[in-house]
């Protein structure tokens, strides 16, 4: 197994922030147009032949935004990335830039799997929270579109306040829509996300409860994105388990900007550098940044004296987002509560 010390499991690289939605939650703050600044194919290529050359397994690459329609490259950059080995996936926007042709194209080009955003189960809600009428059946349709071609389809919906009386009806329906993944991104309080979006640790928590007694009745795999204490409920459920470690920031994770930088988590805004200065390989293995997140020594306060710092360690981004300090303890994990009331 390779160690999160020495290579990431997964990295997202938002290639654009052009996008047509206008999502309330958007960690982008996503604009109508692209970035004259953006990295090039050329630039582009360069990171890819390190992503494939200099990790022992290269890691799993979601092409996101914005949306990655937005760039006219789009092909090309998959093309480079398959050529080289990268196992790849896609994150686009539903807009009418996708199409089931693009679909067809995806699969063609050696796409493995497409994620698309679902946050409500009807179009009241989802649309509202999209910004743009008419996302949430397009989405449907898209879905099934892209499970037909043969494509892995991962659902994420994002866990807010808004949200989450849906999670029960939600999960019917990514069964229903014969999903491969459900990610479940619980809000941060970053972009454009507001702390008023976001669920309280008790919320969280009874949450990630109900799921630890739902997923092992799934065909998919589940994951979660913002709570990495995700790892603690499931081994307190089975004890007799080892804990398992989760990818989270600077840890099995990393983020690529549009303009190269490369960031722990696209919800922690703290960059450890740019690829136009610094092979990808070596800001994730040497940066003091990321060196940091995953020392669970480095933990303050309560997430630093908890039995389950090494599997969990808590969400930086959302300990940076709420205390402005990436090491403080995680306030959407109800431990911290609980001692704190002692």
């Not at 919906?157 to 069964?175: D, F, G, N």
């Not at 454009?192 to 008790?202: F, N, S, Y």
Request: a neutral charge; hydrophobic letters at 40%.
């Amino acid at each position: 197994m390779v160690s999160y010390f020495e290579a990431p499991h997964v990295v997202t690289w938002e290639v654009t922030r052009a996008c047509q939605l206008h999502c309330r939650h958007c960690r982008a703050r996503a604009i109508p147009r692209r970035n004259s600044a953006e990295l090039s194919l050329d630039e582009m290529c360069s990171v890819l032949d390190d992503l494939g050359n200099h990790f022992s397994r290269p890691p799993i690459l979601v092409l996101t935004g914005g949306d990655p329609l937005e760039r006219p490259d789009l092909d090309a950059i998959i093309s480079a990335a398959v050529g080289r080995g990268i196992v790849t996936a896609i994150a686009p926007s539903v807009t009418p830039k996708l199409t089931e042709d693009v679909i067809a194209q995806w699969k063609s080009l050696g796409v493995h799997s497409v994620s698309l955003s679902l946050d409500g189960v009807d179009a009241k809600t989802h649309d509202a929270f999209r910004g743009v009428r008419g996302t949430f059946d397009r989405t449907v349709e898209m879905a099934n579109a892209i499970v037909q071609h043969g494509l892995k389809l991962q659902i994420n919906t994002s866990i807010s306040r808004q949200t989450v009386q849906q999670i029960r009806s939600m999960a019917s329906l990514v069964q229903f829509l014969g999903v491969s993944s459900w990610e479940l991104f619980f809000v941060i309080p970053t972009g454009r996300a507001r702390i008023v979006d976001a669920l309280a640790a008790d919320e969280i928590e009874e949450v990630l409860q109900w799921l630890v007694e739902f997923t092992p009745k799934q065909p998919f795999r589940l994951t979660t994105v913002g709570a990495p204490q995700w790892s603690r409920v499931l081994h307190q459920h089975n004890p007799g388990s080892p804990a398992r470690v989760v990818a989270r920031e600077a840890r099995g994770f990393a983020f690529i900007d549009h303009l190269g930088q490369v960031y722990p988590s696209g919800y922690l805004p703290v960059s450890a550098g740019s690829v136009r200065d610094r092979l990808f390989s070596q800001i994730y293995r040497d940066s003091e940044l990321f060196q940091m997140l995953r020392n669970p020594r480095r933990l303050e306060g309560l997430c630093g004296r908890c039995d389950y710092r090494e599997t969990c360690g808590g969400s930086r981004a959302r300990a940076y987002a709420v205390t402005g300090n990436l090491a403080a303890s995680d306030p959407g994990c109800p431990l911290t509560l609980s001692w704190q009331e002692q």
